[in-house]
């Protein structure tokens, strides 16, 4: 039995909404995971990890970490001991150091961008405790926050006693600011490559203009030492 347009159409309006669901959904969870990022790395004793981390200017950054060593008889990571000392530095696009602190085997640690641009974040142990343990493996959980996803939302509402709808108005407001940061830093970087292309040419112009230069001084000197020569021979 063959299906009338009515429900063709039905099927392919059906079909048309799944879709944009599965495009909205996506879509908010690229949005909600685009300011945090979370990971973990190993290192050794005295090996120091650093993680590079495009921030806008006047933008607040938060970082957690948590360690762990691997233990040999169980052989499985287990929470560090509180000795254990984890040194963070946080640097500048202009290699200005931004945060230099030394932390416990557990802590977080805040800064905020004053030039926009890549920030590199650097961690290490410098404890001589690792030592004891199979290897010197330390395993970190790091979880980087950038933006308005930095921001505790139910601590502020709880200090300014704002409500539901106050408090999602905050969250609108602070992420169109970092929209408008984000906007901003792509112009400062379309501004560069602008500036970095008319460089690149105008040494590219000058370079042609003096290859150009080069040869024809060359030929002129080729004639006048082929001339000289003839002259010599009595050729010409």
Known sequence: MRDGPRARVGRCRGGWRRAMGLSVLLLLLALCAGG????????????????????????????????????????????????LGMHVEVKDPEGKVVLSRQYG??????????????????LHSNSTRMALFAGGRLRVHLDIQVGEHANNYPEIAAK??????????????????????????????????????ESTNQRVLWWSIAQTVILILTGIWQMRHLKSFFEAKKLV
């Open 160 to 197: 300014d006693k704002l409500t539901e709808l106050q408090l999602r108005a905050r969250q609108l407001l602070d992420q169109v600011e970092q929209i408008q940061k984000e906007q901003d830093y792509q112009r400062y970087r379309e501004e560069r490559f602008r500036l970095t292309s």
């Open 36 to 83: 945090a990022r979370g990971l973990y790395f190993h290192i050794g004793e005295t090996e120091k990890r650093c993680f590079i981390e495009e921030i806008p200017d006047e933008t607040m950054v938060i970082g957690n970490y948590r360690t762990q060593m691997w233990d040999k008889q169980k052989e499985v990571f287990l929470p560090s001991t509180p000795g």
């Open 105 to 122: 085997s557990e802590g977080r640690f805040t800064f905020t961008s004053h030039t926009p641009g890549d920030h590199q974040i650097c």
